[in-house]
């Protein structure tokens, strides 16, 4: 098959679609941007505009960073599954890390930038286990195996729960704590690459399971899409940060709701989108991009955050962050876990049980907007 395959090298690349958008996008910034300072506008309207650009150029630019980044991985020799354990997960929660990150350095003038941080990872988490999940399984009903399920599940939630213990013992995220997640991370990636061969035992083992390749591009390409995704992301991150947090000023929303809803609903799109490409191809590939990124948000992404400032959540956040986020993502991983483990297979009607859960969260953020509910 790879034989046959054609190599595209830089020229195709230039006439790639993803990266034909990236650019698009990242001139609308620019654009909007010299707009807003040379006629001097300064409306919400323009702040929504930059602010949506940003997140699409976010989206795009996580996306074109994962096809090089699991390029490169299969040129190195490594199987499928381990490249979607570590790479994808960590190139589809690249937004998460870099909106995080992006945050914790504005908290010294900001401090509520630390809300939007937590909102973001937990939001995230909680939008990928149950809203996202719920459309893949509801697209395509889903049979789980059950390495997949005791290994990455498990650590799923054990991580969830350590994240909120750390956040609940003095409610703030020490620089030692974030320490521990990102350590914990780590042991976890060489764990995967040191029994890379068991693992794909494993797959082989499971003839409907099949990876999911992209192009077959040049090695050159593939580190353009590196630099270049890496690049976008970083520079579309700190305008999503900094224009979402005008927008929460101007509309008197909390930081730690905009990070919860726009941020971790819009972070999440390039989980949404692999795992149902995946769920077309794969019995378990699909839930494993999902697993995935939720182990590496609330370990890496929140701790590298962590280590660049400790995050304390501030009055405005901590009802809903203590009361709300923190206890819908532990019940939204719980079950799950629960239902992938009945008979290891989710039916579409457990889909629609995890939207609901999404939308229960939604009708409680709404009542707690209005005052209807006190804690």
């Known amino acids: 098959m790879g ?3 054609k190599v595209m090298g830089i020229p195709q690349l230039l006439h790639f679609q993803t990266l034909v958008t990236t ?16 006629v001097g506008i300064d409306s919400l309207f323009v702040t929504a505009i930059i602010a949506l650009l940003a997140l699409g150029l976010l989206i795009y630019s996580a996306d074109f960073f994962i096809e090089g980044a699991k390029g490169l991985a299969r040129r190195g020799g490594l199987p499928e599954v381990v490249i979607g354990l570590t790479i994808v997960s960590i190139g589809t929660s690249l937004p998460e890390i870099l909106v995080t990150t992006t945050a914790a350095m504005d908290i010294a003038k900001t401090p509520e930038s630390a809300d939007f941080a937590i909102g973001s990872i937990l939001g995230s988490v909680f939008v990928q286990i149950t809203l996202i999940l719920g459309i893949v399984v509801v ?3 889903l049979k789980i195996r059950e390495s997949w399920l005791k290994r990455d599940g498990l650590i799923m939630l054990l991580a969830v729960l350590l994240l909120s213990l750390f956040l609940l013992t003095d409610f703030t995220l020490e620089r030692w704590e974030s320490f521990i997640l990102v350590s914990l991370y780590i042991v976890y990636i060489v764990w995967l690459l040191m029994h890379r061969e068991v693992i794909q035992k494993e797959e082989d083992e499971n003839l409907e399971d099949v990876g999911v390749r992209g192009s077959n591009w040049s090695t050159a390409a593939y580190l353009i899409m590196v630099v270049s995704g890496l690049a976008f992301a970083v520079f579309a991150a700190h305008h999503l940060v900094e224009y979402a947090s005008i927008i929460a000023v101007e509309l008197k929303v909390p930081q ?5 809803t726009v941020s971790g609903i819009g972070t999440s799109l ?5 795992a149902i490409m995946a769920s077309k191809r794969s019995q378990g590939v699909a839930i494993g991009t999902l697993i995935g990124s939720n182990i590496t948000d609330p370990l890496m992404s929140i701790g590298l ?7 304390v959540i501030t009055d405005s956040g901590f009802d809903f962050i203590v009361y ?3 206890p ?3 019940l939204g991983c719980s079950v799950a876990l629960l239902m992938m483990r009945t008979s290891y297979e989710f039916k579409k009607w457990e889909g629609y049980t995890m939207i609901l859960i999404y939308l229960l969260f939604l009708a409680s953020l709404e009542a707690y907007n209005r005052s209807w509910i006190r804690f």
Do not use: C, D, M
């Open 3 to 5: 034989s046959e395959e």
């Open 23 to 38: 650019g698009a996008l990242f001139l609308g910034i620019v654009a909007v941007r010299l707009l807003e300072h040379s």
């Open 139 to 141: 697209n395509k009903g």
């Open 256 to 260: 730690a709701i905009v990070g919860t």
């Open 270 to 274: 390039p989980e949404l989108t692999i």
């Open 305 to 311: 955050a962590g280590l660049v400032s400790p995050l």
């Open 324 to 326: 709300l986020l923190i």
């Open 328 to 330: 819908f993502t532990i």
